[in-house]
């Protein structure tokens, strides 16, 4: 199928595991300020015949020359674009952070356009649509928005600010996630035909259990789960085997069922 350049999926999707004939395909979406790279080692802890691929925002890696996209709107429009072709096999998502707000709004786009509903929804740190609470640090300017990097606990992001070459080099695509997470307004969930995982660390101040349990409505199939982890907003850097093994056994069970 032919894509203008701007949507093709070798310019967002960074194949960290490709499968002959893959069984399932693992789509996975950064954090704020964050790289697809952060997923290059979860091929260790997952099948073969499972696929994963990390998106690549603008901005970033090798697209940092690219101008950043700061408006969910825009963002999840062009990824869906790109994955649109690989809707009709077996796609997950996993999320982390803003990731996860990424993860659901291009699910919920892919399902709008094609009907074909995704095999699973792993969201990560972050709230349902309906109970987000968006942030204005955004506004106050560029030492604002590091001390909030600084705060969640980013360890990657943190030894790059303290860099000041590297700083300036980053600094636009964290800025332009600040907007487009500060302008990502709370609304009703649009429940997908999709079941639903969500994950928290158990030391994390952004992201209450309670409230990552109303992850719940996200799903019009009833099946919702969710795991409490050891750490703070990161705690997926900490210990990524433990929570991807978690993924490997909701993607078996999605085989099996599909």
């Given at each position: 199928m032919n894509r203008p350049a701007d949507v093709s999926p070798l310019k967002w999707l960074r194949w960290y595991r490709k499968a002959a004939e893959p069984r399932l395909r693992l789509?996975?979406?950064p954090h704020a300020?964050?790289?697809?790279?952060?997923?290059?080692?979860?091929p260790r802890w997952l099948p073969e015949d499972i696929e994963v691929i990390g998106v690549c925002y603008p901005g970033r890696q090798d697209r940092v020359m690219e101008p950043c996209v700061d408006e969910m709107g825009a963002l999840t429009t062009r990824i869906a674009d790109a994955l649109q072709g690989y809707a009709g096999g077996r796609l997950a998502f996993f999320g982390h952070s803003m990731g996860a707000s990424v993860a659901y709004e291009v699910a919920l786009r892919l399902q709008q356009r094609t009907g074909a509903p995704l095999a699973w929804l792993f969201v990560s740190g972050q709230l349902p649509p309906h109970r987000v609470v968006p942030k204005s640090v955004y506004r106050r300017g560029d030492d604002a928005i590091?001390?909030?990097?600084?705060?969640?606990?980013?360890?990657?992001?943190?030894?790059?600010?303290?860099d000041p070459d590297l700083r300036e080099l980053v600094l636009?695509?964290?800025?332009?996630?600040f907007h487009l997470i500060g302008t990502y307004l709370p609304r009703p969930v649009s429940p997908l035909a999709t079941p639903?995982?969500?994950?928290?660390g158990d030391g994390d101040e952004e992201v209450p259990v309670e409230g990552l349990k109303e992850w719940a409505a996200?799903?019009?199939?009833g099946r919702f789960d969710h795991r409490v982890y050891p750490g703070g907003h990161f705690y997926l850097l900490e210990d990524p085997e433990a929570l991807v093994r978690d993924l490997a056994g909701h993607l078996t069970t999605a085989s099996v069922a599909g």
């Open positions: 789509v996975c979406f300020g964050g790289a697809a790279s952060v997923f290059r080692d979860w590091v001390d909030e990097v600084r705060r969640l606990g980013d360890p990657d992001a943190g030894t790059v600010l303290d636009p695509a964290i800025r332009a996630d639903v995982t969500a994950y928290v996200a799903t019009a199939t």
